[in-house]
Structures are given as C-alpha cells and as structure tokens.
C-alpha cells in the first residue's frame, strides 16, 4: 500500500485501483458494471439504502472512474471520509470500514440493476454523440490508428450495449473480485483501517503496457451537420512513449503551445485574432 502521511487535511481519502485489458469487446461491459457497483450492496439493497448510509458516516463520499493507460483500463473506486478525531466518534471508523467492505467486497446485482445501467449508460453516450466537441476527438481517434488502443472509446459504444447479457456482466464482475488491486491513501490511517486495506491482495507496480501509434501519411474525415460551432481535432503520433526521457519535456511543450487560455495557440489564435469560439 502507498500511502502520504498527512494531517494537513480535514479528510482522508483512499484510492482502490484495478489493471483490466483495454479490448472494445468488454469496454462497454465495464462502463456497465461501473454503474451497478454504485448502485446497491448486500447490507444496503438500494441506491436509497446506500446514500443514506454514506450520510450518516458524516457524509463520506464514494466515486467510481475508467481510465485508459495504453492496452490497459484502470477500474477506480475513491473514498473519501473526514478524519476520525474529529468526529469523536468510536464507532466511525468501524462505520466507514464496512461501508468500504460493502462497496469492495459485496456489490448486489439484479436484472433490474442491469437494465438500469444500460439505460444510464445509453443516455450518456448519446449524448456525448451529440456534442460536436466529443464527437470530432472520438472520430479523430479512431482516424489516427483504427487497429489500436487509442480508437477504443473508454466511455463505451453505443451499439454493443444491447449485445451485452446480465450473465456476461455478472462474470466480468467476477473477474474483477478475483485481480489484485494497487491501494494508495492521503491522511492518516487509524489501525482497523490500515488492517483492513492491507488485507487487500494487492500488486506493488503496474506493468505497463502499450504501444505507439504508427507514423502514416495523412487522413481526414468530415461530418457534416447542422449546428452553431464547427469543431476541428487534429492528432499527431509524436513516437514518444511515456518512459522516454523526452515524455515530460513534451508535455511542458504542449501546456505552452497549446493548452489552457494562457497558451500561445490561444492567446494568438482566439484572443488577438478571433479566429475561432475555442481552441
């Protein structure tokens, strides 16, 4: 376990992290497990049951996320609880250790939660289609290097939600149960927390696996529709893989060209010239 001892905050905040392959066929499935991870537990058989629970421990904060790390996906789940000297409470801390157990260890899934979650899940890619903005970085992705990780949506697809089965999920989660886990916390541990969290099969460095998107000559797509703005994506394959030691250097490079209101792409381009609404 990675931990940064600290009393500098009010909270403590701890990270369960899992290493999945990133493959278009299960990507989707895991954006599906992820909202019925959050939706009920053994002890707390709904989301009304579970959000009481998580008020009553001083209103500790539970979130989930996928991110794309090369050919893998982090599976994340976050707490985040105030410290427990402040509570004055004995029971708390016990409190917060079986709502974390519960939210790890004991996920209640029904048909009804699956159907629930293809529902949520199919809303919010809709409407990520129809912002232009999502849309063009999807499909400029996909341009870049159709056959690689980087063309894989880690938000999930549209289209393979209905393909997706109750039992396929359920044995994914399975998978899941079943990968150790890399756990990192921000605070101060109280015994039975740091009891419980190092009783959790964990793995001490990820392996990282990935791979370059190839150098080719130039494609371009258009998708034309009706709206306000007109959104444009460009990529570039830079052949810097994120062990170089040119990988930071071309991220400072990118935040002064390129990223945020104070760089030169923005102050030159929108600011000064008006060329466009963002940049």
Known sequence: MQQIQTEKFSDVSVLVRSLLPLERRTITAYNLLVFMLK??????DSK???????????????????TGYGRQVAL??????????????????????????????????????????????ASRLRRQNDDPDSLALKMAF?????????????????????????????????????????VSCCGTLEPVMEAFLNAIPQFEKPSLRMALIPRTSPSFQVLEKNIAQTSIVQVWATSTPIDSSRYYPLLVLNSILGQGPMSLLFEEVREKNSLCYSI
Do not use: C
């Open 39 to 44: 939706s009920k537990t053994a002890d707390f």
């Open 48 to 66: 009304q049951k579970l959000s009481i629970a998580l008020n009553h421990a001083y209103g500790m904060k539970v979130s989930y996320g996928l």
């Open 76 to 121: 994340d789940i976050r707490f985040q609880y105030i410290r427990p000297e402040r509570v004055k409470d004995p029971d708390y801390i016990h409190e917060v250790v079986h709502m974390m157990d519960q939210i790890l260890h004991h996920a209640l899934f029904d048909q009804k939660s699956f159907e629930e979650a293809k529902y949520l899940l």
């Open 142 to 182: 996909a341009l870049a290097a159709e056959d690689h990780d980087i063309a894989i949506p880690i938000q999930g697809a549209l289209e393979d939600i209905e393909a997706l089965s109750y039992e396929e999920v359920v044995a994914l989660y399975e998978s899941w149960r079943a990968l150790p886990r890399f």
